[in-house]
């Protein structure tokens, strides 16, 4: 199993980043997809969720209005499209799965600074 997210970067507050999720090493289209973020000095927290087809979405309050989870079936990746960000949207981002085990990425670092 292998989940390699991409796309984070540095961006002004009230900017928009799209982060992508590739996915190997198992049948990614019969599971159900998540975005975690973890802050310095903070334990990881979840930010979204969807299902294995792609029509249930749900967001933590925290991100909920500005943040859009999406899934490619075919190219097995997950994205997570980040607008309107903010400073405490800082930290690293990772993708994960779970069926009897728990998957994650390497992580993703997403810096909101001016």
């Known amino acids: 199993v292998q989940l390699v997210e991409s796309g984070g970067g540095l961006v002004q507050p009230g900017g928009s980043l799209r982060l992508s999720c590739a996915a190997s090493?198992?049948?990614?289209?019969?599971?159900?997809m998540k975005w975690y973020r973890q802050a310095p000095g903070k334990e990881r927290e979840w930010v979204a969720q969807?299902?294995?087809?792609?029509?249930?979405?749900y967001y933590a309050d925290s991100v909920k209005g500005r943040f859009t989870i999406s899934r490619d079936n075919v190219k097995n990746t997950v994205y997570l499209q980040m607008n309107s960000l903010k400073p405490e949207d800082t930290a690293v981002y990772y993708c994960?799965?779970?069926?009897?085990?728990?998957?994650w990425g390497q992580g993703t670092q997403v810096t909101v600074s001016s």
């Open positions: 969807i299902d294995s087809h792609g029509v249930s979405t």
């Open positions: 994960n799965f779970a069926n009897f085990a728990n998957y």
């Open positions: 090493g198992f049948t990614f289209s019969k599971y159900n």
